[in-house]
């Protein structure tokens, strides 16, 4: 499937991913996501940054929905832009209201749970490309 299309079909108007430099208009973006018809299944995501080595993904969660537990390969952080998340990793509860930022370690198992209706920026780094 094409980037710039969601799985039901939503076609996004192409934008670059790559380059030396890049702005978001994030509340813009999360808004848009709330407006896709993807939205209706809890959650919606939306890649706004894609190197090799460094990813960045905008997702957008109805309240109490989860990301069931996963791991990624590089170094991630996971920062609340609106809304309340709550995450579990390391055998530890991390309480993330809107203006919280986590960092996790590469390979560290984590879920997600929506509090209320919640938006925040996923940024993986890997060591190096290719991962």
Known sequence: MPEHETSRGDARAPEATA???LTFDLSGQIHELREESYWQSGRNAKTLVKYDDFRMVLIALQAHTTIHEHHAAGRISVQTIQGHL???AAGKEFDLPAGAV???DRG???DVVAIEDSAFL???AWPQAGH
């Open 19 to 21: 380059g030396p430099s």
């Open 86 to 88: 709550r995450m579990h």
């Open 102 to 104: 986590l960092v996790l």
């Open 108 to 110: 560290m198992a984590h």
């Open 122 to 124: 996923l940024t993986i």
